[in-house]
């Protein structure tokens, strides 16, 4: 029987964390004047103490390693649990949500996702609007973590190839990770402050550059407006763009680029191939709404650059209604939050990386129709991709298109009609934000829908996030056997 | 270089026979009175000349052999050239097509898809009505021995998993094929004349079962009304639902069941996966509709069956709207478009046994996270399948996905509304039939679509009838080096 009390510390000890930082929009709110900084106090006194108790009854469970089973354990657990405490904000204070909105909005929140149950955002607290934030915030480090900690270890979806050599025996884990997790860490809190200094220099006030800023590096899309970023039309959409460009690239050649190198960065396939495809598609758009609507360039070009890299990078932040954009742009931005960005940053989807190497893949079995004894490999980067990865990434991609299409069905069986259905699955196991359809409120949010639809959706959001594989086994009765 | 000889004997003889079977819609044109049989006797003698020239030109090609290279070309060239001699009557005579329509028809007509370009099918005279019947069942003739003896020595999209043991060395397939090709022919013609019988025994006119029975065994699906099968209502739909079940199972067993043997069909995993899931979209559909719109079981049972099997087998005839039927009625109906019948027969799309490989094979590479140094293998039937098989049908269903998302937007840049585009994208890459959108006439017919949407389909039916790497492969340049 697997030891649980591993995976209890650490839970607890990041539940502790978490109510900690309670006390940043308990502290906001007071500054405020809003008598709501009480609620966060309480929430964090809650949260603190339970994540004590956690890890003091699991303190048996200290140690430096981590076994492949409770690596999986944990990742799952974390994001199952933290939204119970980060929903208690929500629950207690205004918006007062029902546990099912709360638990959806703290889970959106975490895996970075964006969808909101609130129908006012407006006139919320300020810090229950930062608290939004910072969900998305710990959710995007809590992920760069995973990601170049944990998948690479747990083979999940081929992350297995990003493998540093440091990683290959497990008893190592820990004290290597704790030197990649904090360069890691310096390049996302410095990427944060340069962004919100960078949207205070284009025109927003300090309290929606932190905000902004929070979920643009986290790819997160949560707003403090109804009207999400159409409330900053013009520069600060240009640079929003380029951070949330940055936070959806490999993290590691940022820490490579730090130390002088530049190469790296430059030459990875992945960058290049997620640059050029963004290009792309604001390209085709670009020209077919000048077409079509004879829109004016400049204008145009703003917009549809902010609205693919907001869709691609899987942010999710809204300037425009792009359902008026017509069937054609509509239909890109769809097909690019299927995309996603690239492995080890904060965005979510399929990723450019598995493409690449799907393709490939593609490639090769047609090759192999006409020269079937020639030895024919998959290819990235100019080198041979062991089969064991490729089979992977393949199986990933058709598992991510499988539940897709699974959660559809699903999520019509709770009533939603076939584009909110369509729409709300895409958004919630690709992480993205926003969803269409008769059931959407005003401002976008998901208020309205069934309960089941909810649940349904922070179901999806927790596995897309996880991506799928590493969620999914802790299905099969043998993995709490072995 | 390729030698192309035996390739254009092989077509020229297929245009001669095709040429042949125009002489059937002369005479049914004639034995009704009408002046239309001309029609049919010129483009006859057109198409006649054009294949015995053609056969001619090519004789030195004619040999006992082709090779793998050759079987590519030949197979592709076959779906590519019949429909520019079968498309003739649509334009010479009435209904008096530009190519383009004509052309669509035909192509539709041969890859047994059954989407039509003709607005009124009513008033056509009965040949040319018969003519769509006749092309839809010399294209799931076809289909059946390119599937039984072409594909698996092709190893397209691991049907190389239904080699028989005489085919291994090439030089064999065309004797051995004769023989499986000869009970093949004799299985598929007596199901025919039993559904003709059938037909006429519920009701049908003699007409009517002869065109309903050719383009059900073919699983084609054109029908000589506008209101298609809706003109049937009543016993012909439990008839036709059992006749469209028998065509979308492998005619292998058939032919193992004539010889006296019933374990095979019963045994295999295919066909009890198809009827099982089958079983369970009409269970569900039934109780939604029984629940929402409180209709009576009987009639309910029987609609469903009818549209769940003809969706599922890729038919598509519709005896109602089913777009009235709710969204989670419609979405089990997309999706079962999108899975098909069983391999080696005539259905279409990605077939039932992919989706068992496919969910094995997400099943070991989940299993293998956590236990990654036990041999986990495939099984299929019970017994190991090999990776090369596995690989490439995990390969064919990521290719079908990205090429039907790639057909939406490019269908989606011709025009089409967003629903328009994903539905007939939908029923030209799985060659299931019925589409809908603003731009779909009364009669369900494409002919308001423009050109290059027609011309894209036309492609997209003809990519997905073959199983979409056999066509792709000639896109390689090495290909031809080869
Ligand atoms: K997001
Ligand atoms: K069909």
Redesign the interface.
């Known amino acids: 029987m697997i030891d649980l009390r591993p995976v209890g510390y650490i839970i607890g000890m990041l539940t502790s964390v978490l109510g900690l930082t309670m006390l940043i929009p308990a502290a906001v709110d007071w500054g405020y004047g809003s008598a709501h900084w009480m609620i966060f106090v309480e929430t964090a006194t809650l949260t603190v103490s339970a994540g004590l108790v956690l890890a003091i009854a699991s303190r048996d469970g200290l140690r430096r390693t981590l076994s492949?089973?409770q690596s999986?354990v944990l990742t799952t657990a974390v994001w199952l649990t933290l939204p119970l405490f980060g929903a208690l904000p929500f629950m207690i204070g205004v918006p007062h949500l029902g546990l099912t909105d709360a638990y959806f909005e703290a889970m959106s929140g975490l895996t970075t996702t964006g969808t909101t149950a609130i129908e006012h955002l407006d006139d919320l607290p300020p810090g229950v609007n930062l608290w939004r934030g910072i969900l998305q915030w710990l959710g995007g480090l809590g992920i760069i973590i995973v990601a170049m900690i944990f998948l690479p270890v747990?083979?999940?979806g081929g992350m297995q190839f990003f493998r540093s050599e440091g990683f290959d025996t497990l008893g190592k884990i820990l004290p290597r990770a704790m030197d990649i997790s904090s360069a890691l860490i310096r390049i996302y809190v410095g990427l944060t402050i340069a962004c919100v200094v960078v949207y205070m220099a284009v025109g927003m006030t300090g309290f929606d550059a932190v905000m902004h800023a929070l979920t643009t590096l986290s790819t997160g899309g949560f707003s403090n407006y109804d009207a999400s970023f159409a409330t900053y039309k013009g520069a600060p959409e240009y640079a929003s763009s380029i951070f949330m460009a940055l936070a959806a690239m490999p993290f590691i050649r940022f820490a490579q680029l730090m130390s002088g190198n530049v190469t790296p960065l430059w030459r990875d396939p992945q960058v290049r191939a997620f640059l050029r495809w963004m290009g792309y598609a604001i390209a085709v758009i670009v020209i077919y709404r000048m077409i079509r609507h004879e829109a004016a360039f400049w204008p145009t070009l703003r917009e549809v650059t902010f609205n693919v890299v907001s869709t691609f990078t899987g942010t999710g932040f809204a300037s425009e209604d792009v359902t008026q954009w017509g069937?054609?742009a509509?239909?890109?931005l769809i097909?690019a939050g299927?995309i996603g960005g690239c492995t080890s940053s904060t965005a979510c989807s399929v990723k450019v990386f598995r493409y690449l190497i799907?393709f490939e893949?593609?490639k090769v079995?047609?090759?192999?129709?006409?020269?079937?004894h020639r030895l024919l490999r998959v290819h990235y980067d100019d080198a041979p991709v062991e089969?064991s990865i490729?089979?992977?990434v393949?199986?990933?991609?058709?598992?991510f298109?499988?539940t897709y299409?699974v959660l559809?069905?699903a999520l019509?069986?709770t009533g939603?009609?076939?584009e909110t259905?369509m729409t709300a699955a895409w958004t919630s196991i690709a992480n993205i934000g926003p969803a269409w359809g008769p059931e959407i409120t005003a401002n976008g949010s998901v208020a309205k829908f069934p309960d089941s639809a909810k649940w349904l959706m922070s179901a999806a959001m927790c596995i897309g996030r996880l991506e799928l594989?590493?969620v999914?086994?802790l299905f099969?009765p043998?993995?709490w056997r072995?």
Chains 1, 2 share one sequence.
């Open positions: 492949i089973q999986f747990m083979k999940v069937h054609l509509f239909t890109i097909i299927l799907l893949a593609i079995q047609i090759q192999r129709l006409y020269s079937p089969d490729v089979n992977s393949v199986a990933f991609f058709s598992l298109i499988l299409g559809i069905i019509t069986f939603l009609e076939t259905a594989m590493s999914l086994v099969l043998r993995f072995a």
